[in-house]
């Protein structure tokens, strides 16, 4: 079969080969353009043949079928991106998707949590496991989560040549390739320096058994090699019943809005955070102007004695009295 014949595994190829895109970003495009293809199959067309008015109706299929805001504006995102390739392809004349407008995003300010509530959860964290490799892995992978902000999937995949050498800062690779240093505050070094101790006896032992050596720093046998994203995310949700926390509150894309709410909370700058979270863009980390505002306006109507209905009736009498 032609690269033609075969859009969508031309697209991942190019946007592979040229982008550098990230695995997780492949698989959400193939996810997506394969919905579309299905649908189209359906109605007897292909992408050769989509139009405008093709492209329209699939989204409100989609709609019709409860597809967030999100969904439907990543799937357009696709489609377009994937008309653009075949355009510079020579494949169609037109784009059909682009003047297409999307249908926005929810605006829904990210869910975070209190310092007090982060401090249950790395206790639970310490506790929590059949043996004391198993402690102190899941030690290590919340404090090291919380100390540097990172993606679920930066984290799980840490090779360990990263967590050598100076243990005060970790090179992490995000998006794209990019690569950045972030600082780690005492108890990530701490429990980062026990659990290296743990897996190098570990390796030591996969050596003696002539097996071959992991680069992860969370080996696992999963196909990848690594810690799964989804065990981490089960792990994270049994800290969370331990800890006394809401479990449907607590993910590991929480515990990056949580270091990022806490740092901006602590008068740490936007553009800091901008860094260490590996945003392109600083719009993106802006949200989180958006989370501490809420935050406070929270706090001064729950705890603020003139928020009260008692108190609001006697502030009449403080003001005459010129107080």
Avoid at 105 to 132: F, H, I, M, W
Avoid at 162 to 187: F, Q, T, Y
């Amino acid at each position: 079969m032609s690269a033609r014949g075969n859009w969508i595994s031309a697209f991942l190829e190019a946007q592979a080969a040229e982008l550098g895109a990230a695995r997780n970003t492949l698989l959400a495009y193939g996810r997506d353009l394969q919905d579309f293809e299905s649908w189209l199959v359906d109605r007897d067309s292909d992408f050769e043949a989509v139009q405008k008015v093709d492209v329209e109706a699939y989204l409100i299929h989609c709609d019709a079928h409860g597809l967030s805001r999100a969904t439907r504006a990543r799937r357009l995102s696709a489609i377009k991106q994937l008309y653009r390739f075949a355009f510079e392809e020579g494949w169609r004349s037109e784009n059909p998707a682009i003047q297409i407008a999307g249908p926005g995003r929810d605006k829904r300010l990210p869910q975070t949590l209190s310092e007090e509530e982060v401090d249950r959860l790395l206790e639970a964290a310490r506790a929590s496991g059949r043996s004391e490799r198993d402690r102190a892995r899941n030690t290590c992978l919340m404090e090291l989560l919380y100390a540097t902000g990172m993606r679920v999937s930066e984290l799980v995949s840490l090779p360990v040549s990263a967590a050598r050498g100076d243990p005060r800062m970790l090179l992490i690779r995000g998006k794209g390739g990019k690569e950045r240093m972030v600082p780690l505050s005492p108890p990530a070094r701490e429990a980062l320096a026990d659990w290296l101790k743990v897996r190098d006896a570990m390796e030591d032992t996969r050596r003696a058994e002539r097996k071959p050596p992991s680069k992860y720093l969370f080996v696992s046998h999963s196909a990848a090699g690594h810690l799964t994203r989804h065990r981490f995310y089960l792990l994270i949700k049994e800290f969370a019943v331990a800890a006394g926390v809401s479990p449907s509150k607590v993910t590991p894309h929480t515990l990056r809005h949580a270091f990022a709410t806490h740092l901006l909370a602590n008068g740490a700058d936007l553009r800091s955070i901008q860094t260490l979270l590996g945003h392109a863009d600083v719009a993106t980390t802006e949200i989180y102007t958006h989370v501490l505002e809420a935050r406070l306006s929270e706090l001064v109507l729950t705890h603020h004695p003139l928020a009260k209905e008692g108190e609001r009736k006697s502030s009449g009498k403080i003001s005459s009295d010129g107080q």
